[in-house]
């Protein structure tokens, strides 16, 4: 019996049957053990763990046992999901067959055209259903290669288009009832905002206290700061009238030379000026928020909608900054009035555009009572907003139960509707209705696909980002 792991020298000195032809330095066996460890480690990663078991070999030796594999070809498939993968991310991809009867891929494709696709599609007619993504290179390309199949658009990409077309729409909205007003809030009208550039010199120069909401750090710093530069513009007078130099009163002042000749070109201290026209800063607004906390609303996502709706075009977290001060004041005075009843509960905090989204399209059963009644407050405070909730949830209960048979009176519900997003999701859902359709009533899911996409990354990150198609081709095909 030949030895596994004898070298044909060996083999030759010994005078055993030496199986592989004379130039062959390894036996079979010992060259699909290599190949198989290649497969599941790659280069080095095998050629350290071969060397453990006593089969010692360089990585460029497993590489080759690797790229030089051809097993015998499996049964031809019928029902097929394709998906993209990055080569590069934001710059190259290529494309992904599965097998989605055996649940194993069947081949990768250079690139993600319609053309390539289409290319082997025709090759081979024997594929009858194509399961894949809503992107138009691949719905053009399985009806370029294969007319005859049936194309089935994925549902969980059908439910993720519809949850970003129900987040678009509910950030365009104005003002968003996230949660029920306040009824001493409801009595009073948005203060308007004073003018960009209307400051006056007091205004300016006035000391703001810590007592009055409109006391903010950022006040404090910036009348530090101008104490500071008065300081340093009279110290460089009095060098300047003794006859110093630029240089010298820039040295001794700390202020660079320009600063110096800018400083002197005017008549008295330069005060600097907020800037104009600039409609991502607060200020302007800071009268309403105060206004509106005094008034019990104390929820900074919620003005800050209301600021957005007044024309700030500033973050949440400029709006958060001018409210922390007032939170913390607000929390001190309740810690130090301590009484003995009981703390009241704190109030769920309001809704995301994300999270509402979100929660639209979960289980009703798998929301929390917190969940269904912030929805539940939403949709009695906006009746429209009711509307965009009953369109999302059936959408949603129409793909889990396969009810393909309500399609046609949901799109012609939205498309009746005022909502200019969700209208677009649903033409874009009729152009390709013979592939949502299917997708309702088929068994088959791009989802096995998705799943074959990562464990390509993982091989990916394994070969560091060395390996070619060729080679990666062999271990997504054939590493299991």
């Not at 032809?21 to 079979?28: D, K, L, S």
């Not at 365009?172 to 203060?191: D, V």
């Not at 009810?403 to 649903?426: D, N, Q, Y």
């Not at 990562?454 to 271990?475: C, H, P, S, V």
């Amino acid at each position: 019996m030949r030895h596994p792991f004898l070298s044909s020298a060996d083999l030759h000195r010994t005078g055993a049957d030496r199986g592989p032809p004379p130039y062959a330095h390894t036996t079979t066996r010992a060259s699909q053990a290599q190949c198989d460890t290649g497969l599941v480690l790659g280069g080095a990663a095998g050629a350290r763990q071969l060397a453990r078991q006593g089969l010692p070999g360089s990585r460029q030796t497993v590489l080759r046992r690797v790229r030089g594999y051809q097993p015998a070809p499996g049964p031809a498939p019928r029902v097929i999901g394709i998906d993209d993968w990055a080569k590069r991310k934001g710059h190259t991809y290529g494309t992904i067959v599965v097998d989605l009867e055996r649940g194993c891929p069947v081949d990768l494709l250079e690139d993600r055209l319609a053309e390539t696709v289409a290319a082997w599609l025709r090759a081979h007619p024997e594929v009858t259903v194509v399961a894949r993504d809503r992107a138009d290179a691949y719905a053009s390309g399985v009806t370029q290669g294969a007319p005859q199949a049936v194309q089935v658009a994925d549902r969980w990409h059908l439910l993720k288009n519809l949850r970003e077309a129900v987040e678009v729409e509910l950030c365009q909205r104005p003002a968003l009832p996230w949660a029920p007003p306040l009824p001493e809030a409801q009595s009073l009208s948005p203060a308007a905002p004073v003018p960009l550039g209307l400051e006056t010199t007091d205004a300016v120069h006035a000391v703001p206290t810590a007592e009055t909401p409109a006391g903010s750090r950022a006040d404090v710093a910036r009348l530090a700061r101008r104490t500071q530069r008065l300081a340093q513009y009279e110290r460089a007078r009095a060098l300047r009238d003794d006859g110093y130099t630029w240089a010298v009163v820039a040295q001794q002042v700390g202020v660079p030379p320009r600063t110096l000749r800018y400083w002197f070109a005017r008549e008295g201290f330069p005060e600097r000026r907020r800037r104009t026209g600039d409609r991502r800063s607060v200020a302007p607004y800071r009268a309403y928020l105060q206004q509106r906390w005094e008034a019990g609303e104390h929820s900074a996502t919620q003005l800050w909608h209301e600021v957005r709706a007044q024309g700030f075009r500033g973050g949440y977290r400029s709006v958060a900054r001018v409210l922390a001060p007032w939170r913390h004041r607000k929390l001190g005075r309740k810690r130090s009035a301590a009484t003995a009843a009981a703390p009241s509960p704190a109030a769920p905090p309001a809704l995301t555009a994300r999270q509402m989204a979100s929660s639209l399209l979960r289980r009703p059963e798998q929301r929390t009572e917190t969940e269904q009644r912030q929805l539940t407050q939403v949709q009695q405070a906006d009746p429209l907003l009711a509307t965009l909730a009953t369109h999302t949830e059936a959408f949603a209960q129409m793909v889990r139960e396969r009810t393909a048979e309500r399609l046609e009176s949901w799109f012609e519900g939205v498309l009746a509707s005022p909502w200019r997003e969700l209208k677009r999701f649903a033409q874009g859902l009729r152009q390709d209705y013979a592939a949502v359709k299917a997708a309702l009533t088929s068994p088959y899911s791009n989802g096995p696909t998705e799943g074959h996409v990562n464990r390509l990354k993982l091989f990916k990150r394994q070969m560091y980002g060395r390996a070619q198609l060729d080679l990666l081709r062999q271990r997504v095909l054939y590493a299991a």
